[in-house]
């Protein structure tokens, strides 16, 4: 395994699908081939992915979520009790029909291309979330490994919807407990075969913190119901350390973001991290991954009082845009935060991914790699001078 060096640059999880690999994807779904006749075509892109993240200098590199139609609908392949479901078709149980199509158009949402796993039964697991995808990275590079998964509450929130969960799991609680025990299994067996780093995607707590009163929210169904925002927010905190409790020898992080589905970046949330930082000091993890490349992630700041409360994987570039920034930009932003946080607490990664839904890629492969060579080369600068 490579060794850690400082200021490791990683990655946060998605790249950008091909038309062929999505053509693939919807005949799986469509029952025409199955999983495994899908995973065949799709080890080709996912070598790629990995070649391409190994020639820019990642250090710990992911698979690009080549395998998944979205970075939790893929939940459907592995677990039984879930419907994978179109927002179009979700919206049909909404109690606003309307002001959900309104919220969408005004945010950009191609409602007929983005799908939320629904819980429709009780859950079961098929096989592990993705222990066939740690297995073949592990194959296939040297590096070391962060495997995203779903967070507890972005599973569990996304997941239930009245009138089609509640049947089986009459709240959210009740579906969580559930949701909780299979991701404890997953990250114990991610451990246990090798994985270095996993990372759990907690992006709707920023639609929690900025986003409207009792809005509703498409990768989130459930939050029209939501209770005070200090009570989701208290209820994320003792999801994730359910989740942990008692799991050592494997690297943790949590991934908040400003939402990644569009290019354009007026209809993306805005704020600093100020009123979470209370609630994520409280979750029992080793990482924050948190998109910092935006003047919407706001100052650097509010991280005087939470010195070295955790390892940073800070995001330096905007994976949405094709604007490039400079190395000298990111070194600069990184000694921002090197007021607040040590050079060996501190890693480098794009804000969020490259390809968040399989059919809206917010980037090109092209791009993405001249973005994670750009924080390579600011790595390597930055190195020269803490080594």
């Known amino acids: 395994m490579a060794k850690t060096p400082l200021f490791p640059v990683t990655v946060v999880g998605s790249w950008p699908r091909s038309t062929e690999l999505v053509r693939a994807l919807r005949r799986k779904e469509a029952g025409e081939i199955t999983y495994a006749e899908f995973s065949a075509i799709a080890d080709a892109e996912v070598l790629a992915c990995i070649r391409a993240q190994e020639e820019a200098g990642v250090d ?16 459907v392949d592995k677990l039984t009790g879930m419907r994978l479901m179109k927002v179009s078709e979700v919206m049909d149980y909404s109690h606003d029909r309307a002001r959900m199509e309104e919220m969408l158009r005004a945010l950009d949402v191609p409602a007929f291309a983005i799908k939320s ?62 949701v909780v025990a299979i991701l404890r299994e997953e990250i114990i067996a991610l451990r246990d075969q090798g994985c270095d780093f996993v990372q759990l995607d907690e992006p709707i707590l920023s639609q929690v913190v900025f986003g409207e009163e009792s809005t509703e929210t498409f990768m989130c169904a459930a939050l029209p119901n939501r209770r005070d925002p200090t009570d989701e927010l208290e209820f994320a905190v003792r999801l994730m350390n359910e989740t942990l409790d008692g799991i050592t020898g494997i690297k943790t992080g949590v991934h908040i973001c400003r939402g990644n589905w569009s290019r354009k970046e007026d209809v993306l949330l805005t704020g600093n991290y100020g009123p979470m ?31 070295n409360e955790w390892e940073m994987g800070f995001g330096v570039v905007n994976p949405r845009t094709d604007d490039m920034e400079s190395p000298e930009q990111i070194v600069a932003r990184v000694k921002e935060l090197l007021q607040y946080f040590d ?34 080369q600011a790595a390597e600068q930055i190195r020269a001078e803490y080594r």
């Open 277 to 307: 930082l209370p609630y994520l000091a409280q979750m029992n993890i080793d990482q924050l991954v948190l998109e910092c490349a935006t003047p919407r992630a706001g100052e650097m700041d509010v991280f005087k009082e939470y010195s």
């Open 60 to 75: 710990i590199i992911s698979d690009g979520e080549l395998r998944r139609d979205n970075f939790y609908s893929f939940a």
């Open 343 to 376: 050079p060996d607490k501190i890693y480098l990664n794009p804000d969020c991914g490259f390809g968040t839904f399989a059919e809206r890629n917010v980037n090109t492969t092209e791009m993405a790699i001249k973005k994670i060579q750009v924080i390579t």
């Open 117 to 178: 796993p629904i819980a429709v039964d009780r859950l079961g697991t098929r096989q592990g979330l993705a222990l066939d995808e740690f297995a073949f990275l592990k194959e296939h590079t040297d590096r070391q490994i962060k495997i995203p998964l779903p967070g507890p509450y972005m599973l569990t929130r996304s997941s239930w919807f009245e009138g089609l969960s509640d049947a089986v799991y009459p709240t959210p609680e009740d579906l969580a407990a559930d």
